[in-house]
């Protein structure tokens, strides 16, 4: 499984970001995906997740109501909309996946994409 982000760049406060990871797996939609974010000093932390299949989505509350994710199973990718942005949103973003649905098994692992460096500026 390899995971390759991009998108990420400065931009000012209130402005957008979107975060895309294409992901090198068979059988895309059977796999879960993950955004996780890592601030200079800080742990790093879950920012939104989204399940198998057409996706659920899942949110850290520090982003809700202005992150986007979902997912293009065509394209193999899955994608992070970021809105009104806030010095506070500054990190390193990666992408994750850590379970899929093959064949109806329940299978967990955990893979991470190299990371992209969001700033924004106040």
């Known amino acids: 499984v390899q995971l390759q982000a991009s998108g990420g760049g400065l931009v000012q406060a209130g402005g957008s970001l979107r975060l895309s990871c294409a992901a090198s797996?068979?059988?895309?939609?059977?796999?879960?995906f993950n955004w996780y974010r890592q601030a200079p000093g800080k742990q790093r932390e879950l920012v939104a997740g989204?399940?198998?299949?057409?996706?659920?989505?899942k949110y850290a509350d520090s982003v809700r109501g202005r992150f986007t994710i979902s997912r293009d199973n065509a394209k193999n990718t899955v994608y992070l909309q970021m809105d009104s942005l806030k010095p506070e949103d500054t990190a390193v973003y990666y992408c994750n996946t850590d379970y899929a649905v093959i064949h109806g098994t329940f299978v967990r692992f955990d893979y991470w994409g190299q990371g992209t460096q969001v700033t924004v500026s106040s």
């Open positions: 989204i399940s198998t299949g057409s996706g659920t989505p």
């Open positions: 797996v068979d059988s895309f939609s059977t796999y879960a």
